[in-house]
Structure formats: structure tokens, C-alpha cells
């Protein structure tokens, strides 16, 4: 499964994870990664967080809160 289909198949369930802010695709095309926003680092939220998504590595960026302006 590509990287695109297996964020597209879970972004739900991640964003309705409180603290998280968004989700997305980093790292590279031969090394992508699940990329999950959140407000706040710690071990709190990280906890809550899955390592991997079908396969894919999650990386956490500390983002604080995101709005639309």
C-alpha cells in the first residue's frame, strides 16, 4: 500500500486523537513517513500515537496549535 493510501485509510482515527493538529507524508519517495502534527511534545500524547502505519514509520513534529487564518 503507498504512503498516500495508507494515511488516507487511517487520517481519521489520528485526528481524532486530542493533541494532534494534522497529518501528512514526510520523508522522502524512496523512505516516506507518517507524518503526525501535534500541540504539544511529550510522552503523553506519544503514548496515544501508533510507531507505524501499515508499515510506514510515524514521525511526531511538536507544531503547537495550527489555524486557519
Request: proline share 6%; aromatic share 2%; net charge positive.
Given at each position: 500500500m503507498k504512503?498516500e493510501?495508507?494515511?488516507?485509510k487511517?487520517?481519521?482515527r489520528l485526528?481524532?486523537?486530542?493533541?494532534?493538529?494534522?497529518?501528512?507524508?514526510?520523508?522522502?519517495?524512496?523512505s516516506?513517513v507518517?507524518?503526525v502534527?501535534v500541540?504539544?511534545?511529550?510522552?503523553?500524547?506519544r503514548k496515544?500515537?501508533p510507531?507505524?502505519v501499515e508499515?510506514?514509520?510515524?514521525?511526531?513534529?511538536?507544531t503547537g496549535?495550527?489555524?486557519?487564518?
Amino acid at each position: 500500500m503507498k504512503a498516500e493510501a495508507a494515511l488516507e485509510k487511517h487520517q481519521a482515527r489520528l485526528m481524532s486523537i486530542p493533541g494532534v493538529e494534522g497529518v501528512g507524508i514526510g520523508g522522502s519517495d524512496d523512505s516516506p513517513v507518517i507524518v503526525v502534527m501535534v500541540r504539544r511534545g511529550g510522552t503523553d500524547i506519544r503514548k496515544k500515537l501508533p510507531a507505524r502505519v501499515e508499515g510506514y514509520p510515524v514521525k511526531v513534529e511538536v507544531t503547537g496549535e495550527i489555524t486557519a487564518r
